[in-house]
């Protein structure tokens, strides 16, 4: 097997690996995400989901999947502000809790189908 077909096959692996994590990984954000309905004063939850987001934001990047990265980190971006002290209203939690919830059910579509049943 040449350099190049080791390379791909390597990424393939990574891919797949990538792909086994992703059911947790929007599990967290959805659990983080009903904590931030629940409490939208909750720091740490805030915390916690910025960070679930940005994970998920660079490790669906550098994976291939380009439309998980991109919608994470336009919603890591907007929870960063509000972490940073910007002044958000209940109607701006809101907001953000359902593009939370259907960033998450986009996401889904590139789970295997074992997956989406469970």
Same mark, same amino acid.
């Given at each position: 097997?040449?350099r190049?077909?080791?390379l791909?096959e390597? +990424?393939?692996a990574?891919?797949g690996v990538f792909l =086994? %994590? +992703?059911?947790d990984k929007l599990?967290? !954000?959805?659990?983080?995400n009903? /904590?931030l %309905?629940?409490?939208p004063?909750? /720091?740490?939850?805030?915390? $916690?989901? &910025?960070r @679930?987001? &940005?994970?998920?934001?660079? @490790?669906?990047? $550098?994976?291939?999947? &380009? #439309?998980i990265? $991109?919608?994470?980190r =336009?919603?890591?971006?907007? !929870? *960063?502000a509000?972490l940073h002290?910007e002044?958000? #209203?209940s109607?701006?939690? @809101?907001a ?8 998450? /059910? +986009? @996401?889904g *579509?590139?789970?295997?189908?074992e997956s %989406?049943?469970?």
């Amino acid at each position: 097997m040449d350099r190049e077909a080791e390379l791909n096959e390597a +990424l393939r692996a990574l891919e797949g690996v990538f792909l =086994a %994590k +992703l059911p947790d990984k929007l599990g967290d !954000i959805t659990v983080a995400n009903q /904590r931030l %309905k629940d409490d939208p004063a909750d /720091r740490d939850n805030l915390t $916690t989901l &910025h960070r @679930s987001l &940005h994970n998920l934001a660079g @490790s669906a990047g $550098t994976f291939g999947f &380009h #439309e998980i990265g $991109t919608h994470a980190r =336009a919603l890591e971006q907007r !929870i *960063k502000a509000c972490l940073h002290g910007e002044n958000w #209203e209940s109607a701006q939690f @809101s907001a953000f809790a359902q593009d939370v919830d259907a960033y998450v /059910r +986009l @996401s889904g *579509k590139f789970l295997p189908v074992e997956s %989406k049943d469970a």
